[in-house]
C-alpha cells in the first residue's frame, strides 16, 4: 500500500488512488467537483484550538507534532483512516496548507507508517 500526500489544490491523476482529505476546514475556493475528494474525514484532523495555536508558525512545528499526536492517540477517526487505508493500494491524503513540510498530513503520514 502507497500512502501519498499532495494539496488539494494540485491537480487529481490517477496514480492518487482513494483522495481523502484530512483537513477541518473546507478548503477556501473550491468546489467539491473541482476537488476531488473521495473522502472528507475532518474528524482525523487537529482540533481546532491546535490549528489556530500553530498558525503554520515553522517555530512551533515540533510541538505541533507532539500535540497532534497525542490527539490522535486513541482516535475514533485515527482507527477509521487505518481500516480505510489497509483496504485500498493507494490513498492520497490532501490538505490545504501552502506549507507542504509541515502540516497536519505529513504528521498522519507518519503516524500511518509506524503502524505499518
Known amino acids: 500500500m502507497r500512502i501519498s500526500i499532495k494539496r488539494v489544490y494540485a491537480d487529481a491523476d490517477g496514480a492518487d488512488g482513494m483522495r481523502i482529505l484530512v483537513d477541518r476546514i473546507w478548503p477556501r ?6 476537488a476531488k475528494v473521495d473522502l472528507w474525514l475532518k ?6 484550538e491546535l490549528r ?8 512551533r512545528w515540533a510541538a505541533f ?14 482507527a477509521e483512516l487505518r481500516g ?10 490532501v490538505y490545504a496548507a501552502r506549507d507542504e513540510a509541515r502540516n497536519n498530513a505529513v504528521v498522519l503520514r ?3 507508517a509506524e503502524e505499518a
Open 29 to 34: 475556493g473550491l468546489t467539491r467537483d473541482a
Open 65 to 78: 507534532q507532539e500535540r497532534y499526536r497525542a490527539e490522535l492517540a486513541g482516535s475514533a477517526a485515527l
Open 43 to 48: 474528524e482525523v484532523a487537529p482540533s481546532g
Open 110 to 112: 507518519q503516524v500511518l
Open 52 to 59: 489556530k495555536w500553530f498558525g503554520h508558525d515553522p517555530d
Open 84 to 93: 480505510i487505508v489497509a483496504g485500498q493500494k493507494a490513498v492520497t491524503l
